[in-house]
Structures are given as C-alpha cells and as structure tokens.
C-alpha cells in the first residue's frame, strides 16, 4: 500500500500533535500512526522499539506492539 494519502495529514499533525501534547514524533512516526489509525487497514501486530509513541492507537485497535 502507498503512503501517500497519509503524508499530508501526517505533516500537519506533526506539528498540532507537539503543541498539543508537548511532545513532539517525527513524521515517519506521524505516517505510521496514520495507517495504524486507518480502520480499512488489517494490522495485527507492530513492532518498534518505542512503544510510548503508538500505544494510545494499537490499545484502542486491539494492535499488539513487539518490542525488544
């Protein structure tokens, strides 16, 4: 699947989501949320090594995040 329906609204979020939150995640990680968000998506499983960035949305999808 093509990421390109993600990159703008991630963009924008990157940049709402630090002020809002007063933290700040790259724009991969934008995008990545984006698509773990997307409930046309069939996404099981995650696997990263920061957990604290993605774990609001694979909590509320029932996506379960592999780590170390």
């Given at each position: ?14 940049f ?13 990680d ?8 997307d ?30």
């Open positions: 699947m093509d990421d390109i329906d993600y990159k703008e609204f991630a963009l924008e979020s990157t709402s989501f630090a002020y809002n939150s007063n933290r700040s995640l790259s724009l991969v934008m995008v990545i949320r984006q698509m773990l968000a409930e046309r998506l069939n996404i099981s499983h995650l696997i990263s090594f920061n957990q604290g960035d993605f774990q609001d949305i694979c909590t509320r999808r029932n996506i379960q995040i592999l780590s170390d």
